[in-house]
């Protein structure tokens, strides 16, 4: 998200930052919020006004007061399907007037980057040996980063170049998506303001109106959450990503992981056929004791003891024992 830092401005006009209380802080959000803004607007325009009393060394007045709006609103990226994406993709192609959309949409779904940091690209942001990118532009430090080029974003930008050399826009202080005016005006020394009409009449024809274009950063996160990519490599790739939008991707990516789970199960039909013949062999074996146990012992195998040995009983136990009764002689 971007802040437009007109609403500060409008709100404390002239007023020294040194002179800002907390209470201040509390009406601009009381005001905010009266004007319908969502919560996490609020504290993103004040995170602003927080950066800038940090830097002041003025911000231990407010540490303890602040209290940043809760944000009830549940998150609302969304992730499109593959055939939705593969249709969308393919009408951006279609049309030439939806060049530059298509191509930062290309960066959008296929590398993870915000409108914000796409419009910050300059050429020598792009490194084509290493096939990285050099983001140093977004909505906060965190966002800096070195994503890598997959062959989807190397073609489009490719592209973007070979149209760039003719208008001798291809200096490495120009910025990729250059500024455009009124009567098809360029200047490659001003990053593009919008992209936004193009946008809206691209997802219009291919039957998506309501897939923003960040939507493209939710879908490309989802992408690796279901491929069940950590979340160090994640951050990596596509920067700062809330907690609480961490949260949802870890949930997509453990419901990849109950499926392939569930897709280790061991196929029923084979395991009842294997439990029956394991049965009938059982019950087999069971027969095969019964019989066996029937059978009369072998002559052999026993052990006769001697039948006669001159005593009372006719075993040699029984002589010992005898003997053993009488007094000693």
Not at 7 to 24: H, M, N, Q, Y
């Amino acid at each position: 998200m971007e802040v437009d830092g007109q609403t500060l401005a409008a709100f404390f006009g002239d007023t020294p930052l040194r002179k800002i209380s907390p209470a201040d802080l509390t009406a601009y959000q009381n005001t905010r919020r009266d004007l319908g803004r969502a919560p996490k607007t609020v504290n993103s325009e004040l995170s602003v006004l927080r950066q800038l009393l940090k830097h002041a060394k003025l911000w231990y007045r407010y540490r303890e007061d602040y209290k940043a709006l809760k944000n009830t609103k549940p998150p609302a990226g969304q992730a499109i399907a593959d055939h939705e994406q593969v249709r969308l993709f393919d009408i951006a192609k279609s049309n030439p007037a939806w060049f530059f959309a298509y191509v930062a949409a290309t960066l959008d779904f296929f590398c993870g980057l915000r409108a914000c940091e796409i419009k910050a690209l300059q050429w020598k942001h792009v490194s084509w040996e290493e096939r990285r990118l050099a983001v140093r532009r977004s909505k906060t430090p965190a966002g800096w980063r070195d994503p890598s080029l997959n062959d989807t974003c190397l073609e489009a930008l490719r592209e973007l170049h070979q149209r760039a050399e003719p208008l001798g826009f291809t200096n490495s202080e120009h910025f990729l998506f250059p500024w455009h005016g009124l009567r098809k005006q360029l200047d490659p020394t001003r990053p593009m303001t919008s992209w936004r009409t193009a946008w809206r009449s691209l997802r219009k024809a291919a039957g998506l109106p309501s897939v923003r274009f960040h939507d493209g950063r939710h879908t490309a996160l989802t992408r690796l959450a279901e491929k069940g990519v950590p979340d160090w490599v994640i951050r990596a790739q596509f920067g700062h990503v809330s907690p609480a939008m961490m949260a949802v991707y870890s949930h997509v990516r453990r419901k990849a992981l109950d499926e392939a789970a569930k897709a280790l199960e061991p196929d029923t039909t084979t395991t009842a056929a294997n439990s029956e013949l394991e049965k009938t062999a059982d019950q087999d074996r069971r027969v095969a004791s019964h019989v066996t146990s029937q059978q009369p012992p072998r002559r052999d195998n026993v052990i006769e003891f001697p039948k006669e040995s001159g005593a009372p009983c006719t075993t040699r136990t029984c002589d010992l024992l005898v003997r053993s009764r009488q007094p000693f002689r």
